[in-house]
């Protein structure tokens, strides 16, 4: 069946039950873009809520400290599984990774339209708590206090419990994809390197995913029925919990940061016009991380009461992760050296990604040396360290990745110009909101607190005035980015002369993706300086 | 990338039946072998047996022996990483109890800080028996020791259960680790024994007052009184007049005994 | 025998094998997640083992050996039936599968039926989850026991319960001639996860029935 002239995925078929129901992948993404963006505006509500009640010591605008524990825990737990888990695979994955393979569709469509569905089922009744008692416990639900809470927990037990399948399927679809899907030509060793990325991605999803399920199972029958493995009451450990918790969370991080590094894999080389800097090192580098993920989660349980030699293990183990990540970042800027750099936004959004991660990944150092540890654990200085990595990294990651494939998805370009205006807001108030914490943190200053003591007022204040740069520049960029999607000007099939497959076809894709068959006869960065 | 047709293979009738019946002996036998007991072998031939089983299940009837090397490291992959769970999670729980070495100045297990400890106003030589002491004791042990030790002193109590060897029975003469005598008491009190923590972190006066406790509760005979020579082993002046000097027992020292306890 | 329905395979896929091999691996795949996360319930089962041996020695004398060597042999001979069904789905003989399915089903049912008398026997003693204990034990860590056969076996139920609505799904398909030698996919796939069902209790019947 051949496109019709404009006829493209967009406006193939019409009607609502066409999307509800759709079996395309690129119709899927869009519509975890809009559930995905809603859930990080709620969640960036609850951020801005709590920066405000941080602004000054003493009472703001919540009424006391308990509700200043469910609006950090709602903070956390949304931003943490509603949104920066799925966003780069569910959205940029399911979209771009068939076509980079020069495929029709994912390995099973129908898979996907069920994760979509499961997705939206866990966090609709996640955040169903909202509505009723809340949920206190913080984003990691430690026993024996999970346990005991009369709050709405067991909604967000379920809720993630249902979610954590959406994430799995989507993994399984990914690698059956990668391994059966591929076209003419594409082999391993052409493979682009975000492809790479989402492989070790869902591979992490698979592994790390089910152990949280049965940690939210046993979870929600302690509350239930009592079961005694995480209850002193009974009998149990609730370090054993956080074993249980953190051999899935580590590695979720990673689940969040490893498609982020793929993204900027595939646009440092396009707007460098050169070929990337050691593809097979990043490859494996990206691998040696998903692995070494596994072996580390200890390291949030060095004060909690674990055995000294478990902690001397896991802090060793944690060093090692630093090596691949180096070679990944050094990779980057070699692929810069002597290239021919565009400063388009995509570009700008990696650069700023550079330069915010390697902070972030630095000072995950001070927390992985055990002495140091002991201080900085509980402190701002986490809470910088992470955010760091997530916003900086997985976020600023989807935001190049978002920008680079805009105008393949929807055949329109945005504003260069606003575009600018937003990455400025962003990147300057991200580093004015969370740079202070690293010093509020080492200063002493307890992280989950509803106050603080007086010695830390200026840092909070202006801590809190980057979170309005920050909102400022996301607003911005929602407003831009949808001006573009209804009256932008139109974007042609290869705006950024880029060399993998999804830019070979026109901008929206057809509905199979490709006219005709797929043939690769070379690697995905030939690209040379002038 | 398609695969070529390949022929699929199928398993026959008669080989299903023949891993059926391999597999209802192999149960028999291990339901036979649990009967016997090897100790803590049991567990492992158990599970070999066990292994054995799955690995029938698995070549045969899910056709891993004819599957090529993607499903196979996929499976693979899946026993690695559940085995790294558990090994790594056990490398916390089964070496909680190892205690790091102890790191405050001039101290040692043989020399315990009972000088330093204070021993309060109204107890100038609190290894003499008094009433006020006897109170003493008795308010201690109610509070932290009949937990594990039993109200009776049987070494019953709800908390011991668990423990192996089990909580001293003050009531038996025989097999105590320390010795029974006043002194020893007091040492064992001080330096901890098994799974029992070091108290030192009481002053001097209630672990006299556990002592004499102890001795009027539940034993039989009374074994005398602290001669100066068992005083002096245990690092106390028998003449010191007063109580004693009060110095602080270092903060490391306080985080060790809140942390060395299991 | 009537003819086969013809199963066009999906546009993405270049044949009928191509398909077959891309869901296999799915499945595999999906096992493999099966495995970790059963992997929780065998890691609290080992340490509490492991630090409570003498609460596990107790513990395993109230669970009746002669109903878990019966539910085993259920199941090893609900894998021999759905391996034939199997075979049978490959050769395009849908009403032999279809029956062999029937008895799989059939035995399925039998495991819950027994799992169901071993459970209200349990409940009639007084012996529930941890918390919900009423049963006395001489060692004070014999209920963890309890919440842990509650929890392993009941999670195995429910994947037991799940694949009893595949097959009858399968059974469904099978009456309408649905599979031969080019397209026995779902056949093969549940074949797979109920023998995986089957697995597990392999570990958990020495486990929790024959540990000394």
């Given at each position: 069946m051949s496109a019709g002239h404009g006829d493209n995925y967009l406006n193939h078929t019409t009607g609502l039950k066409s999307w509800l129901f759709t079996l395309d992948h690129k119709r899927i993404a869009l519509m975890y873009l809009f559930s995905i963006l809603f859930f990080f505006l709620l969640g960036g509500v609850f951020a801005v809520l709590v920066r405000l009640e941080l602004m000054q010591p003493g009472h703001q605008i919540l009424q006391n400290a308990d509700q200043y524990n469910r609006f950090f825990t709602y903070h956390g737990t949304i931003m943490v599984f509603m949104v920066v888990i799925?966003?780069?695979?569910?959205?940029?994955?399911?979209?771009?990774?068939?076509?980079?393979?020069?495929?029709?569709?994912?390995?099973?469509?129908?898979?996907?339209?069920?994760?979509?569905?499961?997705?939206m089922a866990g966090a609709l009744l996640a955040a169903s708590a909202l509505l009723g008692k809340g949920v206190d416990t913080g984003w990691t639900f430690y026993t024996p206090y999970s346990i005991r809470t009369s709050t709405g927990a067991n909604f967000v037990l379920m809720g993630a419990f249902i979610m954590g399948f959406s994430g799995i399927f989507t993994g399984m679809n990914f690698i059956v994809t990668i391994h059966k899907l591929r076209c003419k030509g594409l082999t391993f060793g052409r493979l682009p390197l975000f492809v790479w990325a989402s492989y070790a991605t869902s591979i992490v999803q698979i592994l790390a995913t089910?152990?949280?399920?049965?940690?939210?199972?046993?979870?929600?029958?302690?509350?239930?029925?009592?079961?005694?493995?995480?209850?002193?009451?009974?009998g149990g450990d609730p370090i054993l919990f956080q074993h249980f918790f953190w051999f899935y969370s580590h590695p979720a991080v990673y689940i969040m940061i490893l498609p982020a590094m793929g993204i900027i894999s595939e646009v440092i080389p396009v707007f460098s016009r050169k070929p990337i800097f050691g593809y097979k090192a990043i490859a494996a580098a990206t691998f040696g991380i998903a692995v070494v993920a596994f072996l580390v989660w200890g390291h949030h349980m060095f004060v909690s009461g674990q055995s000294n030699f478990a902690n001397f293990i896991f802090s060793l183990l944690t060093m090692f992760v630093a090596v691949p990540t180096g070679v990944k970042v050094f990779s980057w800027v070699a692929t810069m050296y002597k290239g021919d750099i565009r400063f388009d936004t995509p570009m700008l959004y990696a650069l700023a990604f550079l330069f915010v991660f390697t902070i972030g990944g630095m000072t995950g150092m001070h927390l992985a040396t055990l002495a140091t540890d002991i201080h900085l654990t509980d402190t701002y200085f986490?809470?910088?360290?992470?955010?760091?990595?997530?916003?900086?990294?997985?976020?600023?990651?989807?935001?190049?990745?978002?920008?680079?494939?805009?105008?393949?998805?929807?055949?329109?370009?945005?504003?260069e110009g606003s575009a600018r205006v937003a990455w400025i807001l962003i990147f300057v108030g991200f580093n004015v909101t969370f740079f202070p914490q690293f010093i509020l943190g080492s200063q002493g200053m307890p992280r989950r607190y509803f106050d603080y003591l007086p010695e830390f007022a200026t840092l909070n204040m202006v801590s809190?005035?980057?979170?309005?740069?920050?909102?400022?520049?996301?607003?911005?960029?929602?407003?831009?980015?949808?001006?573009?999607?209804?009256?932008?000007?139109?974007?042609?099939?290869?705006?950024?002369?880029?060399?993998?497959?999804?830019?070979?076809?026109?901008?929206?894709?057809?509905?199979?993706?490709?006219e005709g068959d797929v043939e690769v006869t070379e690697g995905p960065y030939e690209y040379h300086p002038a | 990338?398609?695969?070529?047709?390949?022929?699929?293979?199928?398993?026959?009738?008669?080989?299903?039946?023949?891993?059926?019946?391999?597999?209802?002996?192999?149960?028999?036998?291990?339901?036979?072998?649990?009967?016997?007991d090897f100790g803590a072998l049991s567990?492992?031939?158990?599970?070999?047996?066990?292994?054995?089983?799955?690995?029938?299940?698995?070549?045969?009837?899910?056709?891993?022996?004819?599957?090529?090397?993607?499903?196979?490291?996929?499976?693979?992959?899946?026993?690695?990483?559940?085995?790294?769970?558990?090994?790594?999670t056990s490398v916390d729980i089964f070496t909680r109890s190892i205690a790091r070495p102890l790191y405050v100045e001039g101290y040692s297990k043989d020399k315990p800080l009972i000088v330093a400890a204070e021993t309060g106003p109204k107890f100038v030589r609190p290894w003499l028996v008094t009433p006020e002491l006897l109170a003493l004791g008795k308010k201690t042990f109610d509070a932290n020791c009949v937990v594990c030790h039993g109200a009776s002193g049987k070494g019953d109590g709800p908390a011991g259960g668990g423990l192996d060897p089990r909580p001293r029975d003050f009531t038996i003469k025989a097999g105590w680790k320390n010795g029974s005598s006043r002194d020893r008491i007091f040492y064992s009190l001080t330096n901890g024994l098994g799974a029992m923590p070091s108290y030192a972190g009481e002053t001097a006066a209630t672990r006299w007052g556990l002592t004499h406790y102890l001795v009027k509760a539940f034993f039989s005979s009374d074994?005398?009184?602290?001669?100066?020579?068992?005083?002096?082993?245990?690092?106390?002046?028998?003449?010191?007049?007063?109580?004693?000097?009060?110095?602080?027992?270092?903060?490391?020292?306080?985080?060790e005994l809140m942390s060395t306890d299991g | 025998m009537a003819k086969t329905v013809e199963h066009h395979h999906a546009h993405h896929f270049d044949s009928h094998d191509h398909e077959f091999d891309a869901s296999k691996q799915g499945m595999w795949l999906f096992l493999l997640q099966e495995v970790l996360f059963f992997s929780g319930l065998f890691v609290a089962y080992f340490i509490f083992r492991g630090l409570y041996l003498e609460a596990w020695i107790e513990g395993h004398t109230y669970l009746s050996i002669p109903l878990g060597a019966l539910n085993t042999a259920i199941l090893i001979l609900s894998s021999l039936t759905m391996a034939l069904a199997v075979s049978a789905a490959q050769m395009g003989e849908n009403r032999k599968a279809a029956w062999y399915l029937i008895g799989t089903l059939i035995l399925a049912g039998g495991f819950c039926v027994v799992k169901a008398i071993e459970y209200t026997g349990k409940f009639s003693h007084g012996i529930f989850p941890a918390g919900m204990m009423e049963h006395e034990f001489s060692n004070p860590k014999t209920p963890l026991f309890f919440s842990i056969y509650f929890m392993m076996t009941g999670v195995h139920a429910i994947h037991v319960l799940g694949g009893m609505v595949a097959i009858v799904w399968l059974i469904r398909r099978c009456f309408r001639n649905e599979f031969g030698s080019n397209y026995y996919t779902p056949v093969e796939l549940v074949g797979l996860y109920w023998h995986f069902v089957d697995l597990v209790w392999i570990y958990l019947f020495p486990m929790l029935y024959l540990t000394t």
């Open positions: 799925p966003m780069v695979p569910a959205i940029l994955g399911n979209f771009v990774l068939p076509m980079m393979l020069g495929a029709k569709d994912v390995a099973f469509p129908r898979l996907n339209l069920a994760s979509y569905y499961l997705y089910p152990v949280l399920a049965i940690t939210l199972f046993l979870a929600t029958f302690e509350r239930l029925t009592g079961i005694g493995i995480f209850d002193p009451n009974l986490v809470v910088a360290h992470f955010h760091y990595v997530m916003v900086g990294g997985s976020l600023f990651g989807f935001m190049a990745g978002l920008h680079y494939w805009f105008p393949k998805m929807f055949g329109k370009m945005y504003s809190t005035i980057g979170s309005w740069f920050i909102s400022a520049g996301f607003l911005f960029a929602a407003v831009y980015l949808t001006r573009a999607l209804i009256s932008g000007p139109k974007a042609e099939s290869n705006p950024w002369d880029s060399k993998t497959l999804e830019w070979q076809t026109s901008s929206p894709p057809p509905h199979e993706n490709f | 990338m398609s695969d070529q047709n390949h022929e699929h293979h199928i398993l026959t009738p008669k080989m299903a039946l023949k891993i059926w019946a391999a597999l209802m002996v192999l149960t028999a036998v291990t339901v036979a072998v649990a009967q016997l567990l492992v031939i158990a599970m070999f047996i066990a292994t054995v089983k799955a690995s029938l299940v698995l070549l045969f009837f899910m056709g891993m022996k004819y599957e090529g090397y993607q499903n196979r490291a996929i499976f693979g992959a899946s026993f690695v990483f559940g085995l790294i769970f558990f090994v790594l074994p005398g009184k602290v001669t100066h020579a068992q005083l002096k082993s245990l690092g106390i002046d028998p003449n010191a007049a007063g109580p004693a000097k009060v110095k602080k027992i270092p903060v490391d020292f306080a985080i | -």
